[in-house]
């Protein structure tokens, strides 16, 4: 099949899965370590309106957050020694506490085998000293290391870690690490009226009105919109660019992006957690993600709640960008998988 026929067979995926509700808009992009190769923006932003969404549509990336921002901030950081993979969290959480906790690491936190939960059992407290204070005493799920359970809550204290060490805001080190206003925390109030909307999940006190260019996730909302698990707004051309520097630092080209290869070699090694596809941050290719079955064994990526995900090839030289609005009256997140892994292998070998 012909590179066109795939692009062609990709959007028909969007186009189906717009027509059976799965989500109102999606953006996507594919592109190569030399620069975008196919880019396709289907649906309205809303099924409501008739308002077509564009390139330049901006989607909350939700946890893409914690590969683009959180995990790209602690590479550098451990770059600069600013931080060491092996430090103990109770380092810099003097509340992490405990025979079950003394032995967690960083490292841990990021390959999310820390034994915290998904998510806090209450509702998410008002502020970061509260978070903190939840997050390290609440009882831990499961012995460290033995399993891979994909925790908000470990990143949300990384987020607190990479802002502590870099000492400003997430939100400001991520603007300084990577400049591109379309992939940011805080959309201008122009940007913000033509962004993708979401709607608040049922236990979110937002709920009843329409979220546009305001964080999705409740945790991040009590957080001021900036966290490290979720927060992160962009448009597919700036998530896309930022593929484009991870894929060519990937593949071992001459430095000219902010990542250093080697470390994010260090960063994409699959943990030796029993079971788990992780590595730091990002997830790895396994034919049952939703990357689909054609990725190379290589291959690394990430998904958010929304309906967004990246996945990027170094073996193909590919990187592959899909956003969508799924929260916004949308299917479930199992339909959703089953998009991205069609939208993927459409795009073939």
Not at 66 to 82: E, G, W
């Amino acid at each position: 099949m012909s590179e066109r026929s795939r692009w062609r067979a990709a959007h028909e995926v969007l186009v189906d899965a717009r027509a059976a509700g799965v989500f109102p808009a999606a953006t996507a992009e594919v592109g190569s370590s030399g620069g975008t190769l196919w880019d396709d923006a289907v649906g309205t932003l809303t099924f409501d309106d008739q308002i077509n969404i564009d390139l330049e549509t901006p989607f909350d990336l939700a946890s893409l957050t914690k590969v683009i921002a959180t995990t790209s901030l602690l590479m550098k950081l451990v770059d600069d020694a600013r931080l060491a993979l092996y430090e103990p969290v109770a380092a810099s959480f003097l509340e992490w506490r405990g025979a079950d906790r003394e032995a967690t690491t960083v490292r841990d936190l990021l390959e999310h085998a820390s034994g915290l939960a998904a998510r806090l059992v209450d509702a998410p407290p008002e502020s970061r000293r509260e978070f903190e204070h939840d997050i390290c005493v609440m009882p831990l799920e499961y012995p460290l290391r033995t399993r891979s359970v994909y925790s908000d809550l470990g990143f949300i204290l990384l987020g607190f870690l990479a802002a502590d060490r870099g000492r400003g805001s997430l939100a400001e080190l991520f603007t300084s690490f990577w400049t591109d206003p379309n992939l940011t925390f805080e959309l201008p109030p122009a940007v913000k009226r033509r962004a993708a909307p979401t709607l608040p999940l049922e236990e979110d006190p937002r709920r009843g009105r329409r979220l546009a260019g305001e964080v999705h996730d409740n945790y991040a909302a009590a957080l001021g919109g900036v966290a490290g698990h979720a927060g992160l707004f962009g448009t597919a051309p700036a998530v896309g660019a930022f593929a484009r520097a991870l894929l060519n630092a990937a593949r071992g080209a001459p430095r000219s992006t902010p990542f250093n290869g080697a470390r994010l070699a260090q960063f994409l090694t699959r943990s030796a957690v029993p079971g788990s596809s992780r590595a730091l941050g990002w997830d790895t290719m396994l034919p049952t993600s939703s990357c689909g079955i054609r990725m190379s064994p290589n291959a690394f990526g990430h998904v958010g709640f929304t309906g967004t995900s990246l996945w990027i090839d170094p073996g193909r030289d590919r990187y592959f960008v899909l956003l969508t609005n799924r929260v916004c009256g949308g299917g479930t997140v199992d339909q959703m998988r089953t998009v991205r892994r069609a939208f993927h292998d459409a795009l073939g070998e």
